[in-house]
């Protein structure tokens, strides 16, 4: 199981992604970051995506 910590992101935001590849983390992410932080899609640029993706860490729970 990998996760991702919106607030690791910077986000003042409790929300965790949670999946079983990056690419589902990503798409959660992205999606969450779409609906409860106004983002929009041409915010996800690659140097945000890179970054978001080096904030995943694996976890057992
Ligand atoms: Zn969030």
Redesign the pocket.
């Known amino acids: 199981m990998l996760k991702l910590k919106?607030?690791d992101?910077g986000?003042d935001?409790?929300?965790v992604v949670k999946g079983k590849t990056e690419d589902e983390i990503m798409q959660k992410a992205a999606e969450?970051?779409m609906k409860?932080?106004a983002m929009k899609p041409e915010d996800m640029t690659p140097e945000m995506k890179e970054k978001i993706r080096k904030l995943i860490h694996k976890s057992w729970f």
């Open positions: 919106c607030k992101a986000f935001c409790g929300f969450h970051a409860d932080h």
